[in-house]
């Protein structure tokens, strides 16, 4: 997609949003509450039209070829809605229904989100995580090429959620696209082979997970050896800070930081206690960069 705007009244919640999934991938939407994944996602899914811009799914409009672009794409919102007095197993069955002969069988489908066991409860007896995994299993039940899902493991136990990755990924093995929104920057850690992070309706940093966390200052402390000052330490790349009797070095050469660093410890026969290394995480570089103003 391309300079995506979206208008909302007089406020524009999407401000030229522009990225590209690639076939095979899972790319993922970051952001704050706000930022513009949902509205996003929804232009994707060929919901709404965008104000400015141009979004291809699959090659195609998704507005315009809507039936061609549907038939290919799973989807899951953020909220499904199901009849309530439908069982799993009904609801699935007319949703695979529209699909034919391409459809998984429902009970396959069932069976690959953790739902079998469910599959005759009634959907208003079911719990929010499951309703969550039925809704995947809508997503998934007409084997799409591209599965777009927003916040697809919000609201999951722990082990629900890594029973998805594990269904996302087998997914990928497969060949299916998927582009996703989250807040569990575990999530994007663990799936994601792009991702985008989304501030105020633009895009502010977008790459593989390591390229974005490379763009942060690693960080390197240890104690203060006794008899030492700041002044004396060697010059590194990055700046001293000392708090607590402890001295941090922020970065962008972790390495050549250090060997700098232990070359001096060695040559004036200094022990660095509480030695740490290491480069920065996502969830740094998630909160420098969508929670700056
Ligand atoms: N139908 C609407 N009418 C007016 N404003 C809207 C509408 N839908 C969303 N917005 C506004 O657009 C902005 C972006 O919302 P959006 O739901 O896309 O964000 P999000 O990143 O998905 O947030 P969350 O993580 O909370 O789901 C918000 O300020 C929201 O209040």
Redesign the pocket.
């Known amino acids: 997609m391309y300079e995506l705007r979206r208008r909302?009244?007089s406020?524009e919640?999407v401000r030229g949003v522009s990225f590209d999934v690639e076939r095979g991938e899972l790319f993922a939407l970051l952001?704050?509450?706000?930022?513009?994944?949902?509205?996003?996602l929804e232009l994707v899914e060929g919901l709404d039209r965008p104000t400015a811009g141009t979004v291809r799914v699959l090659g195609r409009d998704p507005v315009r070829d809507r039936t061609a672009v549907r038939a290919r794409t799973g989807v899951m919102l953020?909220e499904g809605g199901f009849p309530p007095d439908l069982t799993p197993a009904e609801a699935l069955r007319m949703w695979a229904g529209t699909f034919g002969t391409r459809a998984r069988p429902v009970a396959d489908t069932l069976d690959l989100v953790g739902l079998a066991h469910r599959a005759d409860v009634r959907v208003r007896q079911l719990s929010g995580g499951e309703r969550r995994r039925l809704d995947l299993a809508v997503a998934v039940v007409g084997r799409p090429d591209l599965l777009i899902l927003d916040?697809p493991t919000t609201g999951l136990d722990p082990e629900s959620r890594h029973d998805t990755w594990r269904l996302l990924r087998g997914l990928l093995t497969d060949g299916v696209t998927i582009l996703l929104?989250t807040?569990y920057l575990q999530e994007a850690q663990e799936l994601a082979d792009r991702v985008a992070i989304?501030r105020a309706?633009t895009v502010v940093a977008t790459g593989s997970v390591a390229e974005v966390v490379a763009a942060f200052p690693a960080r390197i402390t240890f104690d203060l050896p006794p008899g030492v000052t700041l002044d004396a330490l060697p010059d590194v790349v990055g700046a001293y800070d000392l708090t607590g009797g402890r001295v941090f070095v922020h970065t962008q050469q972790l390495q050549t930081a250090l060997t700098t660093l232990l070359g001096w410890a060695a040559a004036h026969g200094i022990t660095l206690t509480g030695l740490d290394a290491r480069s920065a995480t996502l969830d740094e570089a998630f909160l420098s960069i969508a929670g700056a103003a």
């Open positions: 909302y009244g406020f919640a952001g704050t509450n706000g930022a513009g994944k949902t509205s996003t953020q916040e929104s807040h989304l309706g």
